[in-house]
C-alpha cells in the first residue's frame, strides 16, 4: 500500500537505521534491536515534555509486543482513519488526520507536549512518509520514530528480484512529475538498475504514468503494477505502457517501471550525425560542448534552451543535469519534431519540449537557473531581458551568436550590475583526410556570451 504522509521527495537509506537509539535517564546512548520487547520509558526522551512515538505499520495483525505495549499505554492515539479502524480498540483518545495536515500536525504537537502520544504512519516514516513533516512540528528530542516493511521491499518481494540501485519517486500527494522525469532519465543510464518504482495516489494513477512516458517517446519501459499487497485481493500486474495507459487498477498499488531495451549511449560533444536534425542547422559538437561548460551546470538546476532546434544542446545538458529539468523551446515544427525523437533516442525523459514562440512561452516556464540562448533573431535583445526578468538569483545566461550585430545586441543585454558580460570567441577548424595526409576546414565562428546575476 502507498505510503501515508507522502510528503517528501528525499530518498532515504533504511540501512542506516537498522538499529533504535534512545537515551537514558543519565544521558547515556541505549541501542534497542529489531527483537524489542519492553517499551521505552518516558524518561528516554531526549527533550523536556511528552514523548511522541511514529510507529510505522505494516499489517495490523502482526504488531510485535513492544508496539502493542505502546499502544496500549499511549494517552492519544493519531493516525489516518483506516489504519486507526483496523488495529482494533486501545484506550487512549483518537485523533484521527481526516482534514488538513497541518492542522493535524499542530494538534498532535499540542497534545505530545505533556502525554504519551502514538502517531501512525505506513512502513518506514522515513521513506516517502510523514517523518519530515512531524520532525517539523515537534521538536526530534521528544519523537521516536519506529519503522516498518515499505510498500517498494514488499513489491520487489513479490518480484522475487533485488531493489538495489533502483530510483525511488513518490507521485503520492504531490506535484512531483518533475522529479519523476528525472528519475526515470536516471534509472535508464548507462550502468543504471533500469529501474524506477512510484507512488501513485487516485489522481497519479499507473494510466496516466504511462500515459505521460509514452508521451515523451520512451516506449522501451515495461511497467509493474503491485495492487493491494498484503491484502486478498492482492494481484501483480505485468503489461507494456500502452496496454496500462488504457487498463484501471485498484487504488492502492505501487508502480515498478523497467526499462526493456537500452537507450542509445550519451556523452558530451557528440558528433552531429548522432541527431536527427535539418542539414546544417545544428549547433556543432564544439560549440555545444563549451556552451554547456559556460553554464555551470551541477546537477540539478533548470535550464532553458531557447531556439533549442533538433535539441542537441537540451539532450546533452540533460546529462549535466541528472536531478534537474530542461526545458527547451522552439518554434519551428519540424524541428520541434526532430528534438522529440532525439530525445526519446537517448532517453532523456526529464527534457520538456515546447512549440512556440519564446517571447508568449517565457512567462508560462518555471523559473530558470541557467539559461542558454541558441536561436531568436531580430529579438534577441528581447528574449533575454524576458529571461533576465524570470532568471533565479546568483543564475547563468549563456547567449550563442555568429554576427557582429548580434554580438553587440547580446553583449549589452547581458550587461548587469557587476559589468560587462564574459565573451568567448570560438573558432575551430576539423581535420580531413587527403592523399594519406590531412588539411583543416574551419567552422563558422561563434560567440559565447555570458553573464551571471
Not at 522475487?160 to 504531490?174: D, I, P
Not at 533548470?302 to 534537474?324: H, K, M, Q, R
Request: hydrophobic share 40%.
Amino acid at each position: 500500500m502507498p505510503n501515508f504522509g507522502n510528503h517528501e521527495g528525499t530518498r532515504f537509506d533504511e540501512n542506516s537505521h537498522k538499529d533504535k537509539t534512545a537515551t537514558g535517564s543519565r544521558g547515556d546512548r541505549v541501542t534497542r534491536g529489531a527483537d524489542e520487547t519492553e517499551p521505552r520509558r518516558q524518561d528516554e526522551a531526549e527533550g523536556p515534555g511528552g514523548v511522541l512515538d511514529l510507529v510505522g505499520l505494516d499489517r495490523a495483525d502482526q504488531l510485535t509486543p513492544a508496539i502493542r505495549s505502546l499502544l496500549e499505554r499511549a494517552e492519544v492515539i493519531a493516525g489516518p482513519p483506516r489504519w486507526m479502524a483496523d488495529l482494533g480498540d486501545y484506550p487512549g483518545e483518537k485523533l484521527p488526520l481526516t482534514g488538513k495536515l497541518d492542522l493535524w500536525l499542530a494538534a498532535l504537537e499540542e497534545r505530545s507536549r505533556s502525554g504519551r502520544c502514538v502517531a501512525l504512519a505506513s512502513g518506514d516514516p522515513n521513506f516517502y512518509g510523514l517523518a519530515k513533516r512531524l520532525l517539523e512540528a515537534v521538536p526530534p528530542g521528544r519523537v521516536v520514530i519506529h519503522p516498518s516493511t515499505t510498500t517498494v521491499q514488499k513489491a520487489f518481494a513479490r518480484l522475487k528480484t533485488t531493489w538495489a540501485g533502483t530510483e525511488v519517486e513518490s507521485l503520492h500527494g504531490r506535484d512531483g512529475w518533475r522529479a519523476f522525469f528525472s528519475a526515470l532519465y536516471r534509472a535508464g543510464r548507462s550502468g543504471a538498475a533500469g529501474k524506477l518504482a512510484v507512488y501513485t495516489d487516485p489522481a497519479n494513477t499507473p494510466a496516466l504514468i504511462a500515459k505521460r512516458v509514452l508521451d515523451r517517446g520512451l516506449d522501451s519501459w515495461g511497467i509493474t503494477v503491485c495492487e493491494n499487497l498484503d491484502a486478498p485481493e492482492e494481484r501483480i500486474v505485468q503489461a507494456t505502457l500502452r496496454e496500462a495507459a488504457e487498463a484501471s487498477f485498484a487504488p492502492l498499488n505501487l508502480v515498478v517501471l523497467t526499462l526493456m531495451k537500452p537507450f542509445r549511449e550519451l556523452s558530451l560533444g557528440l558528433p552531429e550525425d548522432a541527431y536527427l536534425h535539418e542539414k546544417g542547422l545544428i549547433t556543432k559538437s564544439e560549440i555545444r560542448a563549451a556552451a554547456l561548460g559556460s553554464l555551470r551546470l551541477a546537477g540539478g538546476e533548470t535550464l532553458w534552451d531557447i531556439g533549442a532546434g533538433s535539441g542537441s544542446v537540451s539532450v546533452e545538458a540533460g546529462l549535466l543535469l541528472p536531478y534537474g529539468a530542461v526545458w527547451a523551446v522552439e518554434r519551428e515544427g519540424e524541428r520541434v519534431g526532430q528534438a522529440k525523437a532525439n530525445r526519446a533516442a537517448f532517453g532523456c525523459a526529464h527534457v520538456e519540449i515546447l512549440q512556440g514562440e519564446a517571447l508568449e512561452l517565457i512567462p508560462g516556464l518555471p523559473a530558470p537557473d541557467r539559461v542558454f540562448i541558441g536561436g531568436s533573431g531580430k529579438d534577441l535583445a528581447k528574449v533575454i531581458a524576458a529571461c533576465r526578468a524570470r532568471l533565479s538569483p546568483g543564475g547563468v545566461i549563456t547567449a550563442s551568436v555568429v554576427t557582429h550585430a548580434s554580438l553587440g545586441d547580446a553583449a549589452a543585454a547581458l550587461t548587469g550590475p557587476e559589468g560587462p558580460p564574459r565573451v568567448l570567441q570560438l573558432s575551430c577548424a576539423r581535420s580531413r583526410e587527403l592523399s594519406g595526409s590531412f588539411y583543416f576546414t574551419p567552422l563558422n565562428q561563434v560567440y559565447l556570451v555570458t553573464s551571471s546575476f
